[in-house]
């Protein structure tokens, strides 16, 4: 049974950082490009990083490029995201998201991605 948790959400005032956690269980990591998604409420999911299981130059949105940094452990199954310089635009759930190296498909894309964690919430204080 494959299961991706995420942690290290939480409240943070505007400029303050956070790094979130994602560790995989039930699948081979390393096979997996992985990506970093987020919900605001009212809004649709949208991508926010991605970084490729054969390693690379990881896939950021426009909108968090200079300030977010994704990086994966293939030894300890764990994909981060290091957050600084956060806005209040940026509260919302962050769900991490696993993408089979098989199958091809778009990181952009939260369809194509094989498995979900439930989630950690990330709250940005003006």
């Known amino acids: 049974q494959v299961q991706l948790v995420e942690s290290g959400g939480g409240l943070v005032q505007a400029g303050g950082s956070l790094r979130l956690s994602c560790t995989a269980s039930?699948?081979?990591?390393?096979?997996?490009?992985m990506g970093w998604f987020r919900q605001a409420p009212g809004k649709e999911r949208e991508f926010v990083a991605a970084?490729?299981?054969?390693?690379?130059?990881?896939h950021y949105a426009d909108f968090v490029k200079g300030r977010f940094t994704v990086s994966r452990d293939n030894g300890k199954n764990t994909l981060y995201l290091q957050m600084n310089s956060l806005k209040p635009e940026d509260t919302a759930v962050y769900y991490c998201?696993?993408?089979?190296?098989?199958?091809?498909?778009?990181?952009?894309?939260?369809?194509?991605?094989?498995?979900w964690g439930q989630g950690t919430q990330v709250t940005v204080s003006s």
């Open positions: 039930g699948l081979t990591f390393s096979s997996y490009s």
């Open positions: 998201a696993a993408f089979d190296s098989r199958r091809s498909g778009s990181y952009y894309n939260p369809a194509d991605f094989d498995y």
């Open positions: 970084a490729s299981w054969i390693g690379g130059t990881p």
